[in-house]
């Protein structure tokens, strides 16, 4: 089957505005979607599904969260593990503090705290833009996990504000096994993502694009630069802070304010930079990516043996991280998603080559 | 007050350390409208490979001369492989490129010398009070605190005659107003960003030692760094004076707040565990408080945007 | 040049503006004002204070002195954003596309303030949210066909040469239905016929849609070509104002500005 716009006329412009107006786009997305939901559990060994496919999809969707911030808003965000932490301690905090709350609202509510504390951290951003902004978020990063370590209440008075989540119980079905977590997350993901591209191909997303490409100009189209950033913010941390959720419930069971720390926004930075700046499809690249690369990293230094010297691996990461973020940066400013799009417009013409 | 004074001093003197920072970062970002991220990684850098060279036997002053040249051709690497193919892009990709630099520096350091915690020792200088203060006011200030501050003051005052009265200062000037400009006129950007780079690693290289002679030579410098920006906001991006002035502020603010806010949120709002290490956020909030009041800095300019 | 538009009443009056930055003096009490349907040009001098009297007409700069009068409602300064609601839309000088975005989706910024499904039913692309958006759809195209700029509507602005980006900026500009349209250099930089056509489409728009357009341009033969009547600036002072006619033999205007031209 080759992959053809030409005959696929558009009769009505709601046709035109489809998710995927191309045919084989949606034929694919389908496959991909089939194949995530059906093949991968079923021939996913236990590490794959608990070790890689699950941290993907809730650093995905972390990345997400950065992206509407800083790819579609221009924003530019150093916090967002803490509102990852915010929407962790928030969820757990809901399940065990009110009784009989259903996990998946515990969730939605978890990233509704997170998206309040995301939009104080982001009233900053109406004054101030670019760096000055990040400095800014570093303030939220740094203030959030010392507040969930120093204040007992957080973490029911455990030592040092670790946190154990609650058993995943939806409809007296308990969710325990890597192949039901895996879907659990699939499932939220699949959603989110869904209604983030939504968001940004409709006029809240044209708001947030004005906005980053040229504030002045959509402040008098009649864009409000304040409305718009808040809720940038907002709609961004309540991704990361349902990112957070499924990083303590169905990713590491136990966590502590420390595990969210700056390394981790840093990471998902680099997620949504390598993945692709500005494109939903680009932060499952991205945040695949940074997963993987540590893991494949890990492996080729077991396989040079044991002259390797010791945490060299670690420090390699460091170099290779880096060094991608410079390289990208330099070459394809749009990241895999861009890649993934030149390869789809060369399939549009192939086997012609132009 | 005894005990005010001396938190207040020892915050001034530790202020002094983040301002050599600061100091970095405003070099970088006047001559070339980057925001380096890196300048904390660079610190760690010019410490580790410091007392790389010193654990092979070289002696001190020798050893300062080395590490400088590591420093120099850093920035020479730097200039090439990351500014040179990023001139002309937005601040903020650039800006994004110094965070890419700053995990390749950190890694390349441990790289060639490992990651564990080093010591380091100025010949001569102790961290004990100096005497006769102490006898006649009671109050302790560190002999190398206060060894630390004097080096941070000459640095500022050779950067400030290189700045204002050699040729290369004065291009280095020409540039930070208008690079076009700067251009036109036949200064070599290239030169310029490398020299400025080096001079940024130069700095990096004396925080480094005073700092790593003060906490040990660890990955932990790299954070300490980051509290320079908060510096730069309450200070100014443009400015030297602001630099200075807000790495004091900050140095003493936080140790103030560390001493008498927690105790304080703690009887006030009755809570029984201890509230201390508000140092890692404080001068970020203070930051943010400052930058809601007077966005340029205390001594930066006000811009005003063209349409 | 009246093609049976009837020029209306005053809507728009400025009254003794004043404005300066730091002690700089970009505008000194000037008044003039507007009336319903006609186009209206502001001339001068390079640094006569033209695009600061634009951008204060729609709230980009506050003046220190004076006063607006916007359809009988008395103000001191405008609120970009109040600017925008009661009508006004806006080209710059130097083209202020969003990039980023498709011809298409910088029209739509332009529908943006009468989009009104709040953003849940836009993340659900659902029932009044999806009609909305489909119904502004339509009314964008209407822009893209009047300004034939089909075939680029997918296209991202970014790639555009420049003259298309100073079209596609006017459409959106049009797509905001505006009441007021401010034009800061429409023509600037165009070659000939790429001039005959953005006058045309100014021109057009004045004609159907009957849209008030004030409008800066360096171009004299099109200035008084195209305008009902012309305010003349000179370092931040006004020194002539009437039909185009009465400026061209005006004799300040003559030595400060169209002497040097001829």
């Not at chain 1, 990471?267 to 494109?279: A, C, E, K, P, Q």
């Not at chain 2, 102790?126 to 009671?138: K, L, R, S, Y």
Request: glycine share 10%.
């Amino acid at each position: 089957m080759l992959y053809r716009e030409a005959g696929q006329f558009k009769a009505s412009y709601k046709e035109d505005q489809q998710i995927f107006p191309i045919r084989q786009d949606r034929i694919a997305i389908a496959l991909i979607l089939a194949f995530f939901y059906l093949g991968v559990p079923y021939f996913a060994s236990q590490y794959w599904l608990q070790g890689i496919m699950i941290p993907v999809l809730i650093f995905s969707l972390a990345a997400i969260g950065l992206n509407i911030l800083t790819g579609y808003a221009g924003q530019l965000s150093l916090g967002s593990a803490a509102f990852m932490a915010v929407g962790a301690f928030a969820a757990y905090n809901f399940v065990l503090r009110v009784p009989g709350m259903p996990i998946l609202v515990a969730f939605v509510l978890a990233g509704l705290c997170a998206a309040a504390v995301g939009m104080v951290f982001g009233l900053p951003s109406l004054r101030i833009k670019g760096f000055y902004l990040a400095v800014a978020t570093l303030a939220a990063q740094f203030f959030i996990v010392w507040a969930l370590t120093k204040f007992p209440w957080f973490s029911n008075h455990s030592s040092s504000g670790v946190i154990t989540a609650q058993k995943v119980v939806i409809l007296g079905y308990v969710f325990e096994t890597p192949e039901a977590k895996y879907l659990l997350t699939l499932g939220v993901v699949t959603v989110l993502a869904l209604l983030a591209k939504n968001m940004v191909r409709s006029s809240i997303g044209r708001s947030w694009m004005a906005i980053r490409d040229m504030d002045v100009a959509a402040e008098v189209i009649g864009i409000r630069p304040m409305h718009t950033k808040l809720m940038a913010f907002a709609v961004s941390s309540f991704y990361c802070g349902v990112a957070g959720a499924l990083y303590a419930y169905t990713y590491l069971g136990t966590v502590e304010p420390e595990g969210f720390n700056l390394d981790l926004s840093f990471r998902i930075l680099f997620m949504v930079i390598i993945g692709g700046v500005g494109s939903i499809m680009g932060s499952f690249l991205g945040a695949a990516f940074i997963v993987l690369l540590p893991i494949f990293l890990n492996i080729s230094m077991h396989m040079l043996g044991d002259w390797v010297p010791q945490g060299l691996a670690s420090n390699l990461e460091l170099i290779v991280f880096g060094g991608l973020i410079i390289f990208f940066l330099i070459v394809e400013p749009h990241g895999l998603a861009r890649l993934w799009q030149i390869g789809k417009e060369k399939l549009r013409l192939w086997p012609f080559p132009h | 007050m005894q005990f005010f004074f001396e938190v207040l001093i020892g915050g001034l003197l530790s202020g002094v350390m983040y301002s050599l920072v600061a100091l970095g970062f405003v070099l970088i970002y006047k001559a070339s409208g980057v925001f380096n991220f890196a300048q904390g990684a660079m610190v760690f850098f010019a410490a580790l490979t410091f007392v790389g060279i010193t654990e092979m036997g070289v002696p001190f002053g020798f050893a300062l001369i080395l590490a400088l040249g590591a420093m120099i051709l850093l920035a020479i690497a730097t200039e090439r492989v990351v500014l040179r193919p990023l001139v002309n892009q937005p601040q903020i990709t650039l800006f994004m490129a110094t965070i890419g630099l700053t995990f390749l520096v950190e890694g390349l350091a441990q790289g060639m010398w490992g990651a564990s915690v080093r010591g380091l020792e100025i010949p001569g200088i102790q961290d004990e009070p100096i005497e006769w203060m102490m006898e006649n006011t009671g109050i302790g200030v560190s002999k190398f605190d206060l060894f630390a501050a004097g080096v941070s003051a000459v640095l500022v005052v050779v950067l400030a005659i290189f700045f204002n009265k050699t040729r290369v200062g004065r291009a280095l000037r020409a540039v930070a107003d208008d690079h076009q400009a700067a251009l036109a006129i036949g200064i070599p950007l290239q030169d310029i960003w490398r020299i400025v780079w080096a001079v940024a690693g130069l700095v990096a290289l004396v925080a480094g030692v005073m700092w790593g002679a003060r906490n040990g030579v660890q990955f932990a410098l790299t954070f300490v760094a980051l509290k320079a920006l908060p510096v730069l906001i309450i200070g100014g991006f443009t400015s030297i004076p602001g630099a200075i002035v807000g790495g004091l502020i900050i140095g003493a603010s936080e140790k103030l707040g560390e001493i008498y806010i927690p105790p304080f949120v703690q009887s006030t709002f009755g809570i029984e565990t201890s509230l201390g290490g508000i140092e890692g956020w404080f001068p970020y909030v203070m930051a943010l408080i400052f930058l809601l009041v007077r966005p340029e800095g205390l001594f930066g300019e006000k811009h005003i945007d063209r349409v | 040049m009246s093609n049976g538009r009837q020029i209306g009443e005053v809507i728009l009056d400025l009254q003794n503006i004043s404005l300066r930055f730091g002690g700089v003096k970009a505008l000194t009490d000037i008044s003039f004002d507007v009336r319903e349907h006609e186009i209206r040009a502001i001339i001068g001098p390079n640094g006569a204070g033209k695009s600061s009297m634009l951008n204060v007409i729609n709230g980009v700069y506050r003046p220190q002195e004076g006063t607006i009068v916007f359809r009988g409602k008395k103000r001191h300064d405008m609120d970009t954003h109040e600017a925008a609601e009661a009508g006004f839309a806006r080209t710059f000088q130097n083209i202020a596309l969003f990039k980023g975005m498709s011809v298409l989706d910088n029209l739509m910024t332009g529908r943006n303030l009468k989009m009104k499904s709040n953003f849940l039913l836009q993340a659900l692309y659902w029932g009044p949210a999806q009609r909305e958006e489909l119904a502004h759809r339509r009314k964008v195209e209407e822009v893209i066909d009047f300004l034939e700029i089909e075939h680029i509507r997918k296209t991202p602005v970014g790639r555009l040469p420049y003259g298309l980006q100073k079209r596609v900026e006017l459409g959106r500009a049009l797509a905001a239905e505006p009441k007021v349209l401010l034009l800061d250099e429409p023509m600037a930089g165009m070659n000939v016929e790429e001039k005959q056509d953005m006058c045309r489409f100014v021109l057009d728009v004045n004609d159907h849609f009957g849209t008030t357009i004030v409008l800066i341009e360096h171009d004299m033969a099109v200035v008084m070509d195209i305008s009902d009547r012309v305010v003349v600036l000179d370092y931040g002072k006004k020194i002539a104002d009437g039909t185009p006619d009465e400026v061209r033999n005006n004799e300040d205007v003559i030595k400060a500005y169209l002497g040097v031209a001829h």
